[in-house]
């Protein structure tokens, strides 16, 4: 069942069936879920977040679609053709049909920013991370990162990546990547974060970039890649929220809360 409360005084919106997965996709102007017909594929019904209101539903295709979305706007990719919509009519702007897998094993191979941004797997050998033009949709540029790409965020000046290399005591450990909007890698560098599981957050906050696996955390400064502190939770298990400027920790195996710097 899928659900839709209004943030402010918590009354319920709207009440509509759904599945568990995948979950659903929300923005500030579409509550995006899949849905499967019964024969084995699965289409896209994009509803009102404020009424619930069927808005549209794109075609029946077969596997889940990977979805992002912000503002009015949609991205969806499907065999690894990228498609920017409308959010109101699904209308589609453009698709782009990219060289190499676009996937990922959590959570969708997209991201949203300046630019449309992928992973794309590529067969025993890095994993690389192109951007295309959100309004052409028209390759921009292609970078190799680490050996799997972990997570990404956007800022209007360029985009940060984390991804997973060899570390040579064994195990892994995070490499960032900071890449400016015409694609020119500002600085990359090997930090000392293992990763565990996987990459838990990677957010630009005040005047930092946080970076945390399941149980460590360190901020880096934005325009060297140097590390500026670097936090110790006493905890296996940890979720970081970044929000208005302000970050918080919680500790997850003992139900603990910190509010860290941001400078």
């Not at 003992?254 to 400078?263: Q, V």
Request: proline share 5%; aromatic share 8%; charged share 25%.
């Amino acid at each position: 069942m899928i659900t839709g409360y209004d943030a402010r005084d918590g009354k319920r919106r709207f009440q509509r069936s759904g599945q568990r997965y995948p979950y659903p996709t929300l923005s500030e102007s579409a509550c995006i879920v899949a849905v499967p017909d019964g024969n084995g594929d699965t289409e896209l019904v994009t509803l009102s977040p404020t009424t619930g209101e069927r808005l549209w539903e794109s075609p029946a295709r077969d596997g889940y679609p990977r979805v992002v979305a912000t503002g009015d706007r949609i991205v969806t990719v499907r065999d690894s053709t990228v498609r920017m919509r409308r959010a109101r009519d699904g209308y589609v702007l453009w698709e782009t049909a990219v060289a190499g897998e676009v996937s990922s094993h959590y959570g969708p191979p997209l991201w949203l920013g300046e630019h449309v941004y992928v992973r794309v797997d590529r067969d025993d050998r890095a994993d690389e991370f192109v951007a295309i033009d959100r309004d052409t949709g028209s390759i921009q540029w292609r970078r190799n990162v680490g050996y799997e790409l972990e997570a990404v965020t956007a800022t209007p000046e360029g985009v940060f990546v984390a991804s997973s290399v060899d570390d040579p005591d064994g195990g892994l450990l995070v490499r960032l990547d900071a890449v400016a909007l015409d694609g020119t890698r500002r600085w990359k560098t090997t930090t000392d974060i293992a990763i565990g599981g996987t990459v838990e957050a990677l957010d630009s906050v005040g005047d930092v970039l946080v970076l945390a696996s399941d149980h460590e955390l360190a901020a880096y400064d934005p325009a060297s890649g140097s590390r500026r502190w670097q936090y110790d939770p006493e905890s296996h298990r940890i979720s970081v929220a970044a929000t208005d400027g302000a970050l918080y920790v919680s500790y997850r195996d003992t139900g603990g809360l910190a509010r860290l710097p941001t400078s």
